[in-house]
Nanobody
Framework: QLQLVQSGGGLVQPGGSLTLSCLAA????????IAWFRQVPGKEREGVAC????????YYNDSVKGRFTISKDNAKKTVYLQMENLKPEDTAVYFC??????????????????????WGQGTQVTVSS
């Protein structure tokens, strides 16, 4: 059974750090695109970062470049989102997602939630003093 189980999240002060984890039970990570999205009430889900299958191509939303890092541990079947220098505007519910590895138009398509078939349960990240 394919399932994404998230952990991490919580309350952190501006400038602080937090790491989210996504256990991809039943997945072989090299065969999938794994992404992190976030959503605030009243808005669509926003692609934050993505890692493509075996070639490991990595993509970031411009708003998090230089602050967030996506990585994976194949042996643990776990994908991470390390978040540093957090800002209040990073406050959202964060989701991990998995879908078929994209082969073309990747820079555009990875941002679309419709490219992903499996979703984690979501975890709240609140950045506030």
């Amino acid at each position: 059974q394919l399932q994404l189980v998230q952990s991490g999240g919580g309350l952190v002060q501006p400038g602080g750090s937090l790491t989210l984890s996504c256990l991809a039970a039943g997945f072989t990570l090299d065969y999938y695109a794994i992404a992190w999205f976030r959503q605030v009430p009243g808005k669509e889900r926003e692609g934050v970062a993505c890692m493509m299958g075996a070639d490991g191509g990595i993509y970031y939303n411009d708003s998090v470049k230089g602050r967030f890092t996506i990585s994976k541990d194949n042996a643990k079947k776990t994908v991470y989102l390390q978040m540093e220098n957090l800002k209040p505007e990073d406050t959202a519910v964060y989701f991990c997602a998995a879908g078929p590895t994209l082969l073309r138009d990747i820079a555009t398509r990875w941002r679309s939630e419709y490219e992903y078939h499996y979703w984690g349960q979501g975890t709240q990240v609140t950045v506030s003093s």
